[in-house]
Nanobody, 123 residues
Framework: QVQLVESGGGLVQPGGSLRLSCAAS????????MSWFRQGPGKAREFVAG????????LYADSVKGRFTISRDNAKNTEYLQMNSLKPEDTAVYYC????????????????WGQGTQVTVSS
């Protein structure tokens, strides 16, 4: 069956870094666009970053541009999110998502979702 499993979340101080991973199985990963979304306390789920199936095209939310980097390794069926210069407002549950529409911020366009990993930025 389809599985998306996020890992790498945790507690980090402001200004710190984390690298999230999303391991995929059960579908042709290399033909799907991938994205990261997040949902903070009391907030709606929001788009963070997306990457095309080839990795050649990426899209970032303005709030993370210049601090976060999305990447993927199709040989390992894994997507990554490198998060630098973290801020308290980045605190959220981070979800990876897979779909056939490239770089869309519309969550309804995604077919598969992971269970999420908690990222907490606090001193």
């Amino acid at each position: 069956q389809v599985q998306l499993v996020e890992s790498g979340g945790g507690l980090v101080q402001p200004g710190g870094s984390l690298r999230l991973s999303c391991a995929a199985s059960g579908f042709p990963f290399g033909t799907y666009a991938m994205s990261w979304f997040r949902q903070g306390p009391g907030k709606a789920r929001e788009f963070v970053a997306g990457i095309s199936w080839s990795g050649h095209s990426t899209l970032y939310a303005d709030s993370v541009k210049g601090r976060f980097t999305i990447s993927r390794d199709n040989a390992k069926n894994t997507e990554y999110l490198q998060m630098n210069s973290l801020k308290p407002e980045d605190t959220a549950v981070y979800y990876c998502a897979a779909g056939i529409v490239t770089n869309t911020a519309d969550p309804s366009k995604y077919h598969y979702w992971g269970q999420g990993t908690q990222v907490t930025v606090s001193s």
